[in-house]
Nanobody, 126 residues
Framework: QVQLVESGGGLVQAGGSLRLSCSTS????????MGWFRQAPGKEREFVAA????????FYADSVKGRFTISRDNAKDTVYLQMDGLKPEDTAIYYC???????????????????WGQGTQVTISS
């Protein structure tokens, strides 16, 4: 499978910002939707945000709406997650993943994603 590589994680104080990146060498990047998920210790993996293959539509979990922004640059085969107003509860490992979804529903469902990165740690201190 094509490798997805996340970067940009780190330790920041509450209220700070981080920008995560997910890069791939796949020539088919522009044909797939992309999503970000996160998993905190002792919790299930949860949906954060997703963007359609052409970048026209974005979807967000209620918990991050208004604070996080997902975008993609198909020329660079990269998807981004700009995270502002970070809170301690945002602490988790963040994963990017690719999906063959082309509509406007079910982007929140991790079973719709077929390829996952290794994750990048985000830690927010209070």
């Amino acid at each position: 499978q094509v490798q997805l590589v996340e970067s940009g994680g780190g330790l920041v104080q509450a209220g700070g910002s981080l920008r995560l990146s997910c890069s791939t060498s796949a020539r088919t990047f522009m044909t797939v939707g992309m999503g970000w998920f996160r998993q905190a210790p002792g919790k299930e993996r949860e949906f954060v945000a997703a963007v359609t293959l052409n970048g026209d539509n974005q979807f967000y979990a209620d918990s991050v709406k208004g604070r996080f922004t997902i975008s993609r640059d198909n020329a660079k085969d990269t998807v981004y997650l700009q995270m502002d107003g970070l809170k301690p509860e945002d602490t988790a490992i963040y994963y990017c993943a690719s999906t063959l979804l082309t509509g406007s529903t079910h982007y929140w469902d991790p079973t719709e994603y077929y390829n996952w990165g290794q994750g990048t740690q985000v830690t927010i201190s209070s």
